[in-house]
């Protein structure tokens, strides 16, 4: 089972930033789509962004779309969600996800379909 853990969380004040990491230990996530995902509480989980194979194919969910940039280091096996402009409403548990599926989109839009998953990294916005 592929064991992901996500960091970089943490407060930070509106307009800042925070870039979130995604890795794993024993296993390549270059061969992996991986999804940033979020939730809040009360509210379902949504996606924020995926990056596929190769790397130019990406996609952004509304909430992140102009602020938030998704990228993969293969050197050091990390996806990073690199998040600036911060907001109150961005305020959630983000987790990364991992699937050998190269179904970008529908993996986005569909999180359920991601079978491997991280603890997640709480992040919160907050003056």
């Known amino acids: 089972q592929l064991q992901l853990v996500e960091s970089g969380g943490g407060l930070v004040q509106p307009g800042g930033s925070l870039r979130l990491s995604c890795t794993a230990s024993?296993?390549?996530?270059?061969?992996?789509?991986i999804g940033w995902f979020r939730q809040a509480p009360g509210k379902e989980r949504e996606g924020v962004s995926c990056?596929?194979?190769?790397?130019?194919?990406?996609y952004y969910a509304d909430p992140g779309k102009g602020r938030f940039a998704i990228s993969r280091d293969s050197a050091k096996n990390t996806v990073y969600l690199q998040m600036d402009n911060l907001e109150p409403d961005d305020t959630a548990v983000y987790s990364c996800?991992?699937?050998?599926?190269?179904?970008?989109?529908?993996?986005?839009?569909?999180?359920?379909?991601?079978?491997?998953w991280g603890q997640g990294t709480q992040v919160t916005v907050s003056s």
């Open positions: 990056i596929g194979r190769p790397d130019r194919n990406i």
């Open positions: 996800a991992a699937d050998l599926d190269d179904d970008l989109i529908r993996l986005c839009i569909l999180s359920s379909d991601f079978t491997s």
């Open positions: 024993g296993v390549r996530l270059d061969s992996y789509t």
